[in-house]
């Protein structure tokens, strides 16, 4: 199986802060690879897949970059209601497997 | 506007069985491959399994924590998959989404709770 490992499993940012949430895949996926954000008692909302390409209706301020093993999630001009859980996925082969999430807290 | 219902999530004892189904609408069912993805109270996220679209059969893969256990199925004409869940462990307590899929898991319903416990 292929293990997804997120850094940092959390972490604290002001308003207006940029971000950057690291996923690191146990062997190369290409770019098959998507960013969920996930609200508490909400359930999750996809927000970027292949990578890079965001979902219709997800805001600029969240972009993806990466291919093979290391990938990036980067949230700009950060604002209250992006405090959530984010998480990545891999979708090269099966299982497919889930990073265990990073949390975000907006101070 | 897609939407995915799921229901028959229950309190049910170990070793018992229960059926989840996914209503679906806004789109062309039959076309879509439809994942089911749990979470575990105050965990991550697990995915379950697959049932890919008409054009590849309908066929299924499985997490290994479910397979044999879990059988995931789809009515085209209804616009619905299912989850039947045999055998059920305390560990399969959470609740369970069904999500559509395309580059990945597009489209996430509400998910229903499953407890498993005597």
């Known amino acids: 199986d292929i293990q997804m490992t997120q850094s940092p499993s959390s972490l604290s940012a002001s308003v207006g802060d940029r971000v950057t949430i690291t996923c690191r895949a146990s062997q190369g996926i290409n770019i098959k690879l998507g960013w969920f954000q996930q609200k508490p008692e909400k359930a999750p909302k996809s927000l970027i897949y292949d990578a890079t390409t965001l979902r219709g209706g997800v805001p600029s301020k969240f972009s993806g970059s990466g291919s093979g093993t290391d990938f990036t999630l980067t949230i700009t001009s950060l604002q209250p209601e992006d405090s959530a859980t984010y998480y990545c996925q891999q979708y090269y082969n099966y299982p497919i497997t889930f990073g265990q999430g990073t949390r975000l807290e907006i101070k | 506007e897609v939407q995915l219902v799921e229901s028959g999530g229950d309190l049910v004892q170990p070793g018992g069985s229960l059926r989840l189904s996914c209503a679906a609408s806004?789109?062309?069912?039959?076309?879509?491959?439809m994942d089911w993805v749990r979470q575990a109270p105050g965990k991550g996220l697990e995915w379950v399994g697959r049932s890919r679209d008409k054009g590849n059969s309908y066929t299924t893969e499985y997490a290994a924590s479910v397979k044999g256990r879990f059988t995931i199925s789809r009515d085209d004409s209804k616009n619905s998959v299912h989850l039947q869940m045999n055998t059920l462990k305390t560990e399969d307590t959470a609740v369970y989404y069904c999500?559509?899929?395309?580059?990945?898991?597009?489209?996430w319903g509400q998910g229903t709770l499953v407890t498993v416990s005597s």
């Open positions: 999500g559509r899929v395309l580059r990945g898991l597009e489209y």
């Open positions: 806004g789109f062309t069912f039959s076309d879509y491959h």
